[in-house]
């Protein structure tokens, strides 16, 4: 069974930074696409980033891009998260999740990803 434990939430005031860390149980962490999703209250999860298994290939939401930075260290099996320039747009909860091995499913859509985290929240005040 594969867990998923994400950290690094909080309050952060609006131009301020977090980065979030997702730390992944198993030995096969590096053969699989990670990505992070938030959902807000009341609405839908959305995908914010994505990242190939080497890292050489990531992914972002236009609503992120140029903020938000994926980047992942196969040897600690973790995947990161660093969000600049926050907004309080950008307040949610924060899920980490790895998408199946073999999917027929684009990397940017949530049924791509068969394990979830418990998620963190990031709240940015204005």
């Known amino acids: 069974q594969v867990q998923l434990v994400e950290s690094g939430g909080g309050l952060v005031q609006a131009g301020g930074s977090l980065r979030l860390s997702c730390t992944a149980s198993g030995r096969t962490f590096s053969s699989y696409v990670m990505g992070w999703f938030r959902q807000a209250p009341g609405k839908e999860r959305e995908f914010v980033a994505a990242?190939?298994?080497?890292?050489?290939?990531?992914y972002y939401a236009d609503s992120v891009k140029g903020r938000f930075t994926i980047a992942r260290d196969n040897a600690k099996n973790t995947v990161y998260l660093q969000m600049n320039s926050l907004k309080p747009e950008d307040t949610a909860l924060y899920y980490c999740?790895?998408?199946?091995?073999?999917?027929?499913?684009?990397?940017?859509?949530?049924?791509?990803?068969?394990?979830w985290g418990q998620g963190t929240q990031v709240t940015v005040s204005s």
């Open positions: 999740a790895r998408a199946g091995l073999i999917t027929r499913y684009h990397h940017t859509s949530s049924a791509a990803y068969d394990y």
């Open positions: 990242i190939s298994w080497s890292g050489d290939n990531t």
